[in-house]
Structures are given as structure tokens and as C-alpha cells.
């Protein structure tokens, strides 16, 4: 039995074989393992590869969106510059409208208490009503009489030109319409030279303390033309554009400004009545009324 038990040379030779066999079976599979590993780096790597491409690629759009951005920022800004640009000239033409109304409330107002207190005080009240009216309606249109060479070279400017008259009694120049523009409110070449000639008069020494009211006028029922109408919705619009456009080219040949006003009346205050051609000519004018300087602001 010790004999069997004690180890003998072959015995151990054949336990090294088998532990020799059972540690290279061991790397070999560790071996696999890690070759396993290093595989699953190289995927990580090509994951990295693709993402970072497929960022890039967002970017690039995203830059192309932001330039094609900016650029219609630009146009817009653009843009709005001009409409700016528009509006501010519409608002100077306002602001003029807007100072000429009020200087005409005001005087309104003023003439309106001068009336109520000659009605209060007098003790005709018929007369006094039908006195203050005159007196009224003489402030408003005529106020200080025109001198004598004044009413002349008016007159003079009526016998020479077409189309023209003027009212002494009431101080007011009538031109016709037809005589004035050539359509909407464009200015004949002829209608220059008659407003120059007038713009002389009114700026001269014997007028100069006079203001001017500038009215524009269309004849009842009247209509916009149809080429027109994208430029003056209504008739009102028209006559004002017509009353401001004498008031532009008096101002440009030396008259001031603030001593001229303009109102629209569109069809409103006929002259004539009748609906014929030569009713149509006398309603559609350009009236320049004398009027007393505009009263102080208060």
C-alpha cells in the first residue's frame, strides 16, 4: 500500500502535462477576452467618429439658417427705414394741417364769445344778432380792406389769365380747377406761372398784413377718377391734396408759410347749382380768401 501512494516519476510527469494543458486553456481564454475588449474600443472610437460629423454637419446648417437670417434682417431694417422715412414727411404735412386748424378754433372761438356778448348786451336782439353776423362774416373772410393797389394788380392778374376772377367784396381769388391741374393735384405748366404772378402780389409790401386761407373745391356729387382713386381714396382727399398743393408752390415762390392756411370743402359749398359742364367748371375752384393775421396763442 505505501508503494501505491508514494509518487513515482511518472505520475508526475503526467500532472505537469495536465496543468501545463489546464493553464494554456486558461490565457487562451483570457486571451479571447481581451481581444473581445480591445474590439469594443475600436466601435467606441468609430460611434465618437460619426457623432462628431453628424454635429458638425448641424452646424453648418445652423450657420447657413443664421446668415439667410441676418440677410432678411437687413432687408427688414431696411425697409422700415423707408417707411420711417414716408411717415415723417406725412407728419410734417400733418403738424402744418394741425397749426392752421388750430389757429382757426381760435379765432373761431374768439369770434363766437364777441357775438354771444353783443347778443347778451344789446337791446335789439334781432338787429344786433343780424349786426354781429355781418361783422363775422367780414373778419372772417376780409378783415382789414385791401389797399387799392392790391385789388388792382388782382384785377390785372384775372384779365390775363383764363380762368381766373377776383371778388373784391369778399377778398378772394377764384381759380378754376380745369385752369389749375392737369389731373389730381399736378400743376399745369400755365397754372405756374399765373400762382407765381400771384405769390408776387400777396408777398408784396401793400398785403403784407394779411394772411391767406387756401380752399379747395369739387363740384357736388362728384367722383374720384378711377386712375386716381389708389392716390385719393375720396374726393375730400383730392381737394386737400389740391389745396396743399397751390399752398407748396406759393410757399416755393417766396410766400411764408405760417401765413397761409388750407382747408377741403370736396363738394360741400357749390357756387352754382346744375349739373352741366359749365356748372361742373364753376363748383371745381381753388378759392385764396384775405384773412387778418391769426390771433396770439394764449
Request: net charge negative; proline share 4%.
Amino acid at each position: 500500500m505505501k508503494s501505491l501512494l508514494r509518487p513515482n516519476s511518472l505520475s508526475i510527469f503526467l500532472f505537469g502535462v495536465i496543468a501545463l494543458g489546464i493553464l494554456t486553456g486558461c490565457q487562451s481564454t483570457g486571451g479571447g477576452k481581451g481581444g473581445s475588449g480591445f474590439s469594443g474600443f475600436g466601435d467606441l472610437n468609430k460611434q465618437a467618429s460619426e457623432a462628431d460629423r453628424e454635429l458638425k454637419d448641424k452646424l453648418d446648417s445652423a450657420e447657413q439658417t443664421l446668415t439667410q437670417a441676418k440677410t432678411q434682417a437687413d432687408q427688414a431694417i431696411a425697409q422700415a427705414a423707408q417707411y420711417q422715412k414716408q411717415l415723417e414727411g406725412q407728419k410734417d404735412i400733418q403738424t402744418l394741417l394741425q397749426q392752421r386748424v388750430d389757429n382757426l378754433l381760435r379765432e373761431n372761438q374768439q369770434l363766437h364769445q364777441e357775438l354771444t356778448s353783443v347778443v347778451m348786451n344789446a337791446g335789439d336782439a334781432e338787429s344786433a344778432v343780424n349786426n354781429a353776423i355781418q361783422n363775422v362774416s367780414s373778419t372772417v373772410r376780409v378783415g382789414p380792406a385791401i389797399p387799392d393797389t392790391v385789388q388792382k394788380s388782382l384785377a390785372a392778374l384775372a384779365d390775363h389769365h383764363s380762368g381766373v376772377t377776383f371778388d373784391s367784396k369778399e377778398g378772394v381769388v377764384r381759380i378754376t380747377s380745369a385752369e389749375l391741374f392737369s389731373q389730381g393735384d399736378e400743376l399745369r405748366d400755365e397754372a405756374r406761372s399765373t400762382l407765381k404772378e400771384l405769390a408776387g402780389i400777396l408777398n408784396s409790401k401793400d398785403a403784407e398784413k394779411f394772411n391767406y386761407l387756401i380752399v379747395a373745391h369739387a363740384p357736388p356729387n362728384a367722383s374720384v377718377p378711377r386712375n386716381l382713386v389708389t392716390m385719393y381714396p375720396t374726393v375730400w382727399h383730392m381737394t386737400a391734396h389740391q389745396a396743399i398743393s397751390v399752398e407748396q408752390f406759393l410757399e416755393e415762390s417766396g410766400l411764408s408759410p405760417i401765413r397761409v392756411g388750407v382747408v377741403s370743402y370736396a363738394g360741400q359749398q357749390p357756387l352754382v347749382n346744375g349739373t352741366d359742364d359749365a356748372s361742373m367748371r364753376t363748383n371745381s375752384r381753388v378759392e385764396i380768401f384775405f384773412t387778418p393775421p391769426d390771433p396770439p396763442a394764449k
